[in-house]
């Protein structure tokens, strides 16, 4: 059985920083890409990011670039998001999936497995 299960989320200030992880088990880990999206309330689930399977390859939305960071270890089965310079806008539930497309995806479909998700809130 897949779990991803995300944590690190919560409350902070704008222009604060949160790390979320995402520990992975019951997949072969290093054989899949991994990403970070996130959907606020009345709004659709959007890409945040993805790595590829060895970590590689990194792709940002337009939105985060420049101030979140992903990044993985495959020896502990975990994926990483460190977000600097958090807004507003940036508030969502934020959710990490697995994809069998090895250089990663923007594209939701394309994501095999999912969390249940992380709250974080930013404050203004």
């Known amino acids: 059985q897949v779990q991803l299960v995300e944590s690190g989320g919560g409350m902070v200030q704008a222009g604060g920083s949160l790390r979320l992880s995402c520990a992975a088990s019951?997949?072969?880990?290093?054989?899949?890409?991994m990403g970070w999206f996130r959907q606020a309330p009345g709004k659709e689930r959007e890409f945040v990011s993805t790595?590829?399977?060895?970590?590689?390859?990194?792709i940002y939305a337009p939105s985060v670039k420049g101030r979140f960071t992903i990044s993985r270890d495959n020896a502990k089965n975990t994926v990483y998001l460190q977000m600097n310079g958090l807004k507003p806008e940036d508030t969502a539930a934020y959710y990490c999936a697995a994809s069998k497309y090895y250089g990663g995806s923007v594209i939701r479909n394309d994501y095999d497995y999912w969390g249940q998700g992380t709250q974080v809130t930013v404050s203004s």
């Open positions: 019951g997949l072969t880990f290093s054989s899949y890409a």
């Open positions: 790595i590829s399977w060895r970590g590689g390859t990194t």
